[in-house]
């Protein structure tokens, strides 16, 4: 990971994908959706904006109400779930 790369923490590590969606129709997944803490609410979202097959944005909503608590260029230090 270089300097510039910056690791959102999250309350847990059970990354629980809800959803995965392929927005653009070209067969690779776009959109995943990930619950990091086990209570069946999403906290993590990431997108590939390019269809390049890697996450380029990366969104965190640590207490769940709805509202992005960061937004990171990249995964983020997580790896979207397969």
Do not use: C, Y
Request: glycine letters at 12%.
């Amino acid at each position: 990971m270089s300097e510039s790369e910056e690791v959102v923490e999250t309350r847990g590590d059970e990354h629980v994908e809800l959803m995965t969606a392929d927005a653009n129709n070209d067969g690779k997944t776009d959109v995943w959706v990930v619950d990091t803490d086990g209570d069946g609410k999403p906290d993590l979202f990431q997108f590939d904006t390019d269809g390049d097959g890697t996450v380029d944005v990366t969104m965190v909503d640590l207490d769940e109400d709805g509202t992005p608590d960061a937004i990171v260029d990249g995964d983020g230090g997580h790896p979207p779930v397969a």
